[in-house]
């Protein structure tokens, strides 16, 4: 070979080194396809806490139905058209929801590789990735598994964190602006997605500290370095005012689409409005009490993501103790925010802590909140399990032994707790029958109640019990989900917080009313032992007057009483008003913790 052969080569071996990077991780991706697939596919056949209301929403858009003016829901506007657009595209079936959130949890892997490989290495953002696979299907109490706001949001909500932290450090306005727009995605998907524009406002005070120069953008994610004063200043201010362009430009579309439909004063009282009442609707001490021991419980049984906290605070907080000794004791310039290593660990810091304080609000801290924090404790992972076992190389054999096997039995536990049922649920899918554990599962309960009362509701032969001898969707069969409506056999009213009883049964809800939130005040998650209103009273009797026209325009002839059975301050029958409506109605019975009222009368 001679000299001159050489450097044609060169590009070809480097193309070829590409194309087996890119063929691993492939392979890689696939992997995780696979896993996901595994821990979540035993799951598709159940629905969730609020999956019917997310089911009926979608299916009242595919009918026509204006969003919040015509069909409430209480979240912004995301997972309305999610479940819209994956209906219209595939129909409405439960396998598709399922089968969509398995590749959405592998985009959000791939966002949190690009996250990661950019703020420190190629193999970090590989773990980080992994961890999310794993670790979104872990929980406080196993509710993890639907494609609710929380989970919608992390794709938009990680990304746009991923930009504004690159556009604090590399001051590159398009990445401000990018990031501000992916905020606004993330906040008309769930309210708390808009936390990511206060962490870039104290990313961007904490930068301040950065030492003089310019510069900023390389191959990872470098320090960037600006002039002090007024220079810095206008920076930060320049940045702050294009993250806020960009967070308003992400926002109008949806604006303009409500705006379409006559629905921006819904949207404003069912969803900023309700949210500012529901987060302020509990104690501070429920925030701090309730909210610390389940945090902690969620960390306990994430200890893999627990220990890798630990590890990267430390050594961030000594990192940190050490540059200010040395400031004080040569005097020297603090070179601390040069270092890439530190600014990267401590902005995920800084984002998961953001994080945390808007998983707090309102001091509920239900499982599906903790998605919020996840992708921050996943990048924590990926960066301190690769740090953790360099450490350990330099100590004792019967050290590192000691600590790679409680690392490897935290884990194991954290497998065994949480997916033990994921196995049970899949042996029971290849036998064919349903194992006694798993029929007395919480959600299986549920969703046996809710199909029990689509049965009587759909007025099956065998009534109730004809719900355990048919297929998870046969009782939509045939509804007027799948022709046109003919009449009030075609429709029924959920009274409560059940909407699941409406997919179950493949009815029409008779109301734009889908829970009763906006017609108590009361928020679901407490009103079975509560009857504190979040609204004013003049905007709960209005929507009741208002559901005594939708419901002499549709007259149908079942009503399910949910709430009355357990909360009877709340039920249909303590509200004079509905109280004159339901004479026509005569209860039939309590099915599975629902009272069932049919239509007496002839329609009026």
């Known amino acids: ?97 399922r089968l969509f959130m398995i590749f959405y949890s592998v985009a959000i892997s791939a966002v949190l590789y690009l996250f990661g490989s950019r703020l420190y290495d190629r193999r970090a953002g590989l773990l980080a990735a992994a961890m999310f696979t794993f670790f979104s ?172 906290l630990i590890f990267v605070a430390a050594v961030t907080i000594n990192r940190a103790r050490r540059s200010i000794r040395q400031r004080r004791n040569t005097g020297g310039a603090d070179r601390l925010f040069s270092d890439r290593g530190f600014v990267s660990d401590g902005a995920v810091l800084l984002w998961l802590a953001a994080s945390f304080v808007a998983l707090s609000v309102g001091g509920r801290f239900y499982s599906n909140y903790f998605f919020q924090i996840l992708p921050g404790l996943c990048l924590l992972g990926g960066r301190g399990l690769p740090e953790i076992l360099a450490v350990l190389k330099t100590k004792k054999k019967v050290v590192r032994a000691t600590v790679i096997a409680i690392l490897a039995l935290g884990f194991v536990i954290t497998l065994v707790r949480f997916h033990t049922r994921t196995g049970g649920l899949a042996l029971d899918w290849v036998r064919g029958t349903k194992s006694p554990s798993n029929a007395r599962w919480y959600h299986e309960r549920l969703n046996r109640d809710e199909r029990m009362v689509a049965a009587v509701v759909r007025e099956l032969p065998g009534g109730a019990a004809e719900a355990d001898k048919v297929g998870r969707e046969e009782i939509r069969q045939g509804g007027p989900r799948m022709r046109a409506p003919a009449g009030p056999p075609d429709y029924l009213f959920v009274w409560g917080s059940r909407a699941e009883i409406y997919y179950w049964s493949g009815l029409l809800p008779a109301s734009r009313y889908l829970t009763t939130q906006p017609l108590t005040g009361v928020p679901a998650d407490v009103h079975h032992a509560a009857s504190r209103p979040v609204l004013d009273e003049s905007l709960t009797s209005a929507a009741r007057a208002q559901l005594i026209v939708d419901l002499d325009e549709t007259q149908p002839n079942y009503i399910v009483d949910e709430l009355g059975y357990r909360n009877p301050a709340l039920s249909i029958q303590s509200y004079p008003e509905l109280r004159e409506f339901m004479k026509d109605y005569q209860r039939v019975g309590a099915t599975g913790g629902f009272f069932i009222y049919r239509r007496s009368t002839t329609p009026r």
């Open 137 to 308: 299907t872990t929980s406080v109490n196993n509710h993890v598994q639907a494609l609710n706001t929380d989970f919608v949001m992390l794709l938009p909500y990680t990304a746009g964190a991923f930009f504004l932290m690159r556009a604090c450090v590399e001051r590159r306005a398009l990445f401000a602006l990018l990031g501000g727009a992916l905020v606004a995605v993330a906040a008309q998907t769930n309210h708390k997605g808009i936390f990511d524009l206060l962490f870039f406002a104290v990313l961007l005070v904490v930068a301040g500290r950065s030492a003089p120069g310019e510069g900023g953008g390389g191959e990872k994610l470098e320090p960037a370095v600006v002039s002090r004063g007024t220079g810095m200043a206008s920076s930060r201010l320049r940045l702050s005012v294009l993250a806020a362009a960009g967070f308003a430009a992400g926002s109008l579309p949806f604006l303009l689409y409500l705006a379409s439909t006559g629905s921006l004063a819904a949207y404003w009282v069912y969803v900023w409005k309700w949210a500012a009442g529901y987060a302020a609707y509990g104690p501070v001490s429920d925030m701090v009490g309730r909210g610390a021991w389940l945090t902690i419980v969620y960390l306990a049984r994430n200890n893999t993501l627990l220990i890798s």
């Open 1 to 97: 070979m001679t000299r001159e052969e050489e450097p044609s080569l060169k590009p070809s071996q480097d193309g070829h080194q590409r194309n087996r990077e890119h063929g691993k991780l492939l392979i890689f991706f696939a992997a995780l396809l696979a896993v996901t697939l595994l821990l979540r596919l035993p799951y598709a056949g159940n629905l969730f806490h609020d999956d019917g209301l997310w089911f009926t929403v979608g299916e009242e858009l595919m009918r026509g139905k204006a969003l919040y003016r015509e069909a409430y829901l209480d979240k912004p506007p995301v997972i309305a058209l999610v479940y819209w657009s994956l209906f219209k595209s595939f129909g409405a079936h439960l396998i598709v929801i």
